[in-house]
């Protein structure tokens, strides 16, 4: 499958166009002949005889950009004065800044906002903790830490690689779901270090937003964060994949008429994603599951079982799933399956094994950039694909679940994100799409789709009310604020 233009390899070339009769037609045109795609076309300056455009065009990778400059400069009549990694241009300075909520113009304002009048504010929350939440960024502030060893397909890049995706995950926070966020990027890889460390800047945070952490590290660090602190932690590669992927597919089974607890599953890719989003579709009711790693299909009796080689979270795994206890390669076990679930890598899935899969078969191939097997390869085997990616339909997609969890979270102050909230954002993001618009290429709803946010952030905090988490009413609500209650 050749790649096609993206807007990650987004490019502004400035060129000078001789002012006569069909240029930009010609300049469009090699533009095209060479495979790209034209975004923009903005006239800049009128000289005398020439006219001088920028022209944004999406290549397919950096190596493209030659192809379509090089083809610019080969016209008579046209100058490449310049060109502009646009993507470059957008992380230049970071992607996020702060900004006051108040102004500070008069020596009032300073009054009330830092000395003296902030001594009060401390005070009140010296003497009573819980105002935090109340009076200050806490109760709207979510840390995103990552220790930069699992970034998106990167890997282990470290802290300072990682953080522009923080940077990036703290504008999704706050465009969907008004959460302010700020990205935390430790320079360790000891789960000790990196607990110690989040502990110790908790008390600034309503919720922690684990990210890009590498399994198996990322249990154990996500397991002792829950048990020690009362705010929210969430490890998003883990649960808000797993809860994107549960949405889809009870979109998907009711447009099949499957039901979850008949289904066949197999899972390739067994990381933190991969362990995640088998263990919310086992909490759902889905009771055959077969799981499949690097070195293939998992079950109690493959070898480094036996001799206790395996790693403890692959131990529950294999306890815990595969009851026909099935062995060899992920394309050897297809057979009769309803659904593949791909969270490995690139093209590790041969298409043709496809057709021994039931009716109506079921590919959510995620991995990104390159999914497990391409959609166009799986459409004739399949009724339903799936990807990780924007360019295709059916994008399963992180930012459907975490703003609004957190959103929902936030707003009752529930000290952790549980297992119901999780199944009922699942349910939330799956009801946004009608029974009646369903179809093979819309069983989710869209990234952009601003209903989605609202209604995941609604369904956590009515399970958290249910479950008795809903800590806000402990608090003073702005609304309920008045003159005596001040003074107190």
């Known amino acids: 499958m050749s790649p096609s233009p993206s807007a990650q390899y987004s490019l502004t070339i400035r060129v000078e166009i001789a002012d006569r009769p069909g240029m930009l037609g010609l300049v469009a045109s090699a533009i095209g002949e060479v495979g790209a795609s034209i975004g923009s076309i903005d006239l800049v ?33 046209v100058t490449v004065v310049d060109t502009t990694d646009r993507t470059f241009l957008l992380h230049i300075g970071g992607k996020i800044e702060q900004h006051n909520k108040s102004p500070l113009k008069t020596r009032a304002d300073l009054s009330m906002a830092y000395t003296p009048g902030v001594a009060r504010v401390c005070m009140a929350i010296h003497d009573d903790p819980d105002k935090a939440f109340q009076y200050t960024i806490k109760r709207n502030t979510v840390a995103v830490v990552s220790d930069g060893t699992a970034v ?9 690689a990682a953080m522009p995706v923080m ?9 969907f779901a008004n959460v302010d966020a700020f990205p935390i990027c430790l320079d360790t890889k000891d789960p000790d270090e990196i607990v110690a460390a989040v502990k110790q800047i908790a008390p600034t945070f309503g919720g922690i937003n684990l990210e890009d952490i590498s399994a198996p590290r ?31 597919l009870i979109n998907a089974c009711k447009l099949t008429g499957k039901s979850l607890a008949d289904l066949r599953v197999l899972v390739i890719g067994l990381g933190a994603a991969g362990v995640a989003v088998t263990k919310i579709l086992m909490e759902a009711g889905v009771r055959h599951v077969v799981g499949a790693d690097s070195c293939g299909v998992l079950s109690t009796d493959r070898g480094d079982y036996q001799d206790g080689s395996m790693p403890p979270i692959k131990r529950w795994y294999a306890e815990a799933t595969n009851p026909d206890r099935l062995g060899g390669t992920p394309a050897s076990v297809i057979d009769g399956m309803d659904l593949m679930i791909g969270l490995s890598g690139a093209k590790v ?31 004739p085997y ?11 339909p059916n994008q399963i ?17 529930a000290p952790q994100i549980t297992e119901a909230m999780k199944m009922a954002a699942a349910t939330a993001i799956a009801n946004i799409v009608p029974e009646s618009e369903l179809r093979e290429d819309y069983i989710i709803p ?43």
């Open 446 to 488: 869209s990234v952009f789709n601003r209903d989605v946010a609202p209604a995941v952030a609604d369904a956590v905090a009515a399970e958290a009310r249910r479950a008795g988490d809903d800590r806000a009413g402990d608090t003073i609500g702005f609304a309920a604020l008045d003159i005596e209650q001040l003074r107190n």
């Open 397 to 413: 997609n992180n930012v459907l679940a975490f703003p609004g969890i957190f959103r929902g979270a936030l707003d009752v102050r």
């Open 45 to 77: 300056e009128v000289k005398e005889n020439v006219l001088l455009r920028d022209i944004t065009v999406d290549a397919t990778g950096a190596e493209h950009w030659d192809q379509i400059v090089g083809a610019l400069a080969a016209l008579d009549g």
């Open 167 to 175: 940077e990036g995950k703290a504008m999704l926070f706050k465009e």
């Open 218 to 248: 990322c249990f154990e660090i996500e397991d002792r964060l829950k048990a020690e602190l009362d705010i929210p932690v969430f490890h998003d590669d883990q649960h808000g994949t797993a809860i994107v992927t549960l949405a889809a």
């Open 382 to 392: 399949c009724r339903i694909v799936a990807t990780g990616r924007s360019d295709y």
């Open 152 to 160: 998106l397909g990167l890997g282990d890049i470290g802290p300072r």
């Open 349 to 379: 899935f041969p298409a043709e094994a496809l057709a021994r899969m039931n009716k109506d078969a079921m590919v959510f191939a995620m991995a990104n950039p390159t999914p497990e097997v391409s959609p166009e390869e799986a459409a």
